[in-house]
Nanobody, 128 residues
Framework: QAQLVESGGGSVQAGGSLRLSCAASGYTVSNYNWGWFRQAPGKEREGVAVIDGDGRTSYADSVKGRFTISKDNAKNTLYLQMSSLKPEDSAMYYC??????????????????????WGQGTQVTVSS
């Protein structure tokens, strides 16, 4: 059964770093666009970063220069390296897979509707 499993979340102080991983079983990573999304309590889900099938990336303005999305096709794993974390980065983070219909920039703009498969999420809490 295909599934996406996130890990690496946790609690960190402002200015710290975390690396999220998303293990994709039953998927061939190179055949999909991949994204990281987050949702804080009482807020709408927002796209954080996308990497498309050609390896192009796109980031939300709020995380540019601090977060890096990457993938390892051989390990079938997606990553999100997060640095210089801020309290406003606190949220549940989800990885998602979608068809290679859009470029990374387009997929981030379309948002969740560009992705069909979702993980269960991993919590990130940043304290000030």
């Amino acid at each position: 059964q295909a599934q996406l499993v996130e890990s690496g979340g946790g609690s960190v102080q402002a200015g710290g770093s975390l690396r999220l991983s998303c293990a994709a079983s039953g998927y061939t990573v190179s055949n999909y666009n991949w994204g990281w999304f987050r949702q804080a309590p009482g807020k709408e889900r927002e796209g954080v970063a996308v990497i498309d099938g050609d390896g192009r990336t796109s980031y939300a303005d709020s995380v540019k220069g601090r977060f890096t999305i990457s993938k390892d096709n051989a390990k079938n794993t997606l990553y999100l390296q997060m640095s210089s974390l801020k309290p406003e980065d606190s949220a549940m983070y989800y990885c998602a897979a979608g068809g290679r219909i859009f470029t990374a920039i387009q997929a981030l703009g379309v948002g969740g509707r560009a992705f069909s498969y979702w993980g269960q999420g991993t919590q990130v809490t940043v304290s000030s």
